[in-house]
């Protein structure tokens, strides 16, 4: 099973991107009972966590990120957004949706931020 990630793209710093991922109608149950989250890599950095949501509606987020970043979801559209404000050019990555624990992941979708 893939995630469908998608809304990346190349944005000066200070801009704002929304991604999305979309989760297959095969797994509706999955999705509700799942934390969805977004995670990111940068070239030559591990993967990390940016955030995540319960299907409840409990939000995590990484410290680099807090106050710019929102995450939310639509349990009836199997669908969760990262809405990134106030980009940085340290936000340049390679973002990824993850189903957890059913541990899906979607094909990542790059987001660059130039200076």
């Known amino acids: 099973v893939q995630l469908q990630a998608y809304g990346g793209g190349l944005v000066q710093a200070g801009g704002s991107l929304r991604l999305s991922c979309a989760a297959p109608r095969t797994i509706t149950s999955t999705f509700n009972r799942n934390i969805m989250g977004w995670y990111r890599q940068a070239p030559g950095k591990q993967r990390e966590l940016v955030a995540d949501?319960?299907?409840?509606?409990?939000?995590n987020y990484a410290e680099s990120v807090k106050g710019r970043f929102s995450i939310s979801r639509d349990n009836a559209k199997k669908m969760v957004y990262l809405q990134m404000n106030s980009l940085k050019v340290d936000d340049t990555a390679v973002y990824y949706c993850?189903?957890?624990?059913?541990?899906?992941w979607g094909q990542g979708t790059q987001v660059t931020v130039s200076s």
């Open positions: 949501i319960e299907r409840g509606g409990s939000t």
């Open positions: 993850n189903m957890w624990p059913a541990n899906y």
